[in-house]
């Protein structure tokens, strides 16, 4: 029935080209997600480590901070290309709950902010992007509506060390500045040698030790160190409609229009979750005891898998 999880899971575990596959069969228990939060457009979800949740609503060229239960708590952004102002966002990253990192898609830019929701600095995305170039940009007064770029930047991540991985759409590249705002690489850029990124969608990193990168294109998920460089293409036969990822205890979450697959880098393991809403996922994350699930028009909140 749309709109709804038909029940509660066992795990059946088999294998296929030789990886542990574990694929969720639901009993008719279970009880169907509850709506907790509507939007105009979400584009991406994410949750910082005292369970707040953002959400970014490029319709309405917003960020919404929420509780678990939807309840707003603050509003950030509104159309503009000032500081502080977004034109569709894309993603947001919340690091360790005291700094917020926006990817301001439309002005070509990424965004940082407070705790507070104060505007603090702003990194221009786009071809000009140069290793050993500071493009660092303060708020100094002004109203912060130079600081935009050409570029197109999708999804945003950084370390607990300050470094910041861009995702360029319109370059199919990932970006990254390290602490000093020093661009230092640029990684599957258009006509670069060796190029590896066909259409990259999303990215996630693993604390300080991997970056992975979803490939719409490729219907698959790579593992690069913070250099850079490949480390593997996860054993994860065709992802189909591969729209973002996100990391929960050391396990990658892969979202896909209408399953979810969790991968535990450890035990070579995938669990699929199939979701079945009256709308294609967007995004999803789990805090606690609760999965939320995000679709273009509504979050949804469901017990743990």
Same mark, same amino acid.
């Given at each position: ?51 707040? %949740?953002? @959400? +970014? /609503? =490029? $319709?309405?060229?917003? *960020? ?5 239960? !939807?309840?707003?708590?603050?509003? #950030? ?22 700094? %917020?990192? @926006? +990817? /301001? =898609? $439309?002005?070509?830019? *990424? ?5 507070? !929701?104060?505007?603090?600095?702003? #990194? ?25 770029? +050409? ?155």
């Amino acid at each position: 029935m749309p709109g709804m999880f038909t029940g509660r899971f066992t795990a059946v575990v088999f294998l296929i080209l030789g990886v542990a596959v574990e694929e969720t069969v639901w009993a008719q228990d279970e009880p169907a997600p509850t709506v907790v939060a509507r939007f105009e457009e979400a584009t991406a979800l994410s949750i910082d480590p005292t369970g707040r %949740l953002y @959400v +970014a /609503d =490029a $319709g309405a060229d917003v *960020v919404r901070i929420m509780g678990r239960d !939807g309840t707003e708590r603050a509003v #950030l952004g509104g159309a503009g290309t000032r500081a502080g102002q977004f034109d569709r966002p894309a993603d947001v990253d919340p690091t360790n709950g005291q700094t %917020l990192w @926006v +990817a /301001d =898609a $439309g002005n070509g830019r *990424v965004q940082r902010f407070s705790e507070e !929701g104060l505007y603090l600095e702003a #990194l221009p995305v786009g071809p000009a992007f140069r290793e050993g170039r500071d493009q660092r940009a303060l708020d100094d007064g002004r109203d912060g509506a130079t600081v935009r770029g +050409a570029g197109r930047p999708v999804a945003v991540a950084s370390t607990s060390g300050d470094e910041t991985f861009v995702l360029d759409g319109r370059e199919d590249a990932v970006l990254k500045w390290d602490d000093q705002r020093r661009p230092e690489r640029v990684l599957g850029a258009r006509g670069q040698p060796g190029r590896t990124l066909e259409r990259p969608v999303a990215l996630a990193l693993d604390g300080t030790r991997r970056l992975y990168v979803a490939d719409q294109a490729a219907g698959a998920v790579f593992a690069f160190d913070l250099f850079g460089s490949l480390m593997k293409r996860l054993p994860i036969s065709h992802l189909p409609d591969l729209r973002a990822l996100t990391i929960h205890r050391k396990r990658l979450w892969i979202v896909c229009s209408g399953r979810v697959y969790v991968w535990a880098p450890r035990r070579g393991v995938t669990t699929v979750h199939e979701v079945d809403l009256s709308a294609p996922l967007v995004d999803a994350a789990r805090r606690g005891d609760d999965v939320f699930l995000l679709t273009e028009r509504h979050l949804y909140r469901r017990p743990s898998w």
